[in-house]
């Protein structure tokens, strides 16, 4: 049977990289983002059961249209848009920066998700599959980046609970250092990324494809058992016991 997909974010990175792993298997794949030509230029190298849509995951009004567009069932939803939007911010001014630096970071990393999977509902497919990407900051810190996707692992254990009635497993998966992405713009000094991949046991920088790889397990058959999990892939630079 053709599985359907969401992914969030899809046209870069690693929601590039699960769009194309889940089309690789047959399914059709929606993927969304707020910059057309990413899209476009996403499709186009994917093929033609990658299908673009410009949506604002944190826009609740762009959310409503886009899934109310889209044809049921979605067998996996991935929740894959976010990133830490502080470096699209110059430093906070005063307290109101403050708000507008978290507000960022909450609304792009854990608002987009609630409104996504919000807006899915009943279209989310019995026995299907809600993935976030979470990240390793929300253990190690990162300011309001790492609030959010700490958010978002919890918000993640309720939602589980919610969807598991329906069969639906609900898993974070939560990356270390990814490389070949657009996550930290030009903004990452050669010796900040030796540190990030020194603090892993397996001595590299993770891939899209890592993340792709885990995403497609947590949506498989294999896998109906695991609910309400946050996986870290991150080569042991968080071991967890
Ligand atoms: P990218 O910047 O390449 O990908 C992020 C994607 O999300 C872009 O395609 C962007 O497209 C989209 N996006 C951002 N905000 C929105 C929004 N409001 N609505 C819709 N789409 C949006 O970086 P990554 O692939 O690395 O990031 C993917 C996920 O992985 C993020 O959640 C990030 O926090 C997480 N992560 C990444 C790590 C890394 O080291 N790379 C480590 C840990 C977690 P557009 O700008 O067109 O909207």
Redesign the pocket.
Known sequence: MTRTVLV?????????AVAARFAASGAVVHI????AE??ASAADELGPSVRPLV????DPGQVSAALAGLAGPIDVLVN?????TDFDLSEPDGLAGVLEHWRANL???LI?AVLTTTAAGDKLADGGSVIH?????ADEGAGSYGAA?AGLASWNVDLARQLGARGITTNVV?????RE????RDKLPADRAEKLIGATSTGRA?L?GDIAETVYFLASAEARHITGQTLGVNGGAHPTR
Do not use: H, Q, V
């Open positions: 969030t974010g899809g046209g870069t990175g690693i929601g590039r969304t983002g707020r910059r990413a899209l949506c604002d995951a944190t894959n848009a976010g990133g830490n609304d792009a990393n987009s990407i979470g990240s390793i900051a996707k939560a990356p270390g250092y990814i992405t657009e996550f930290f993770g899209p």
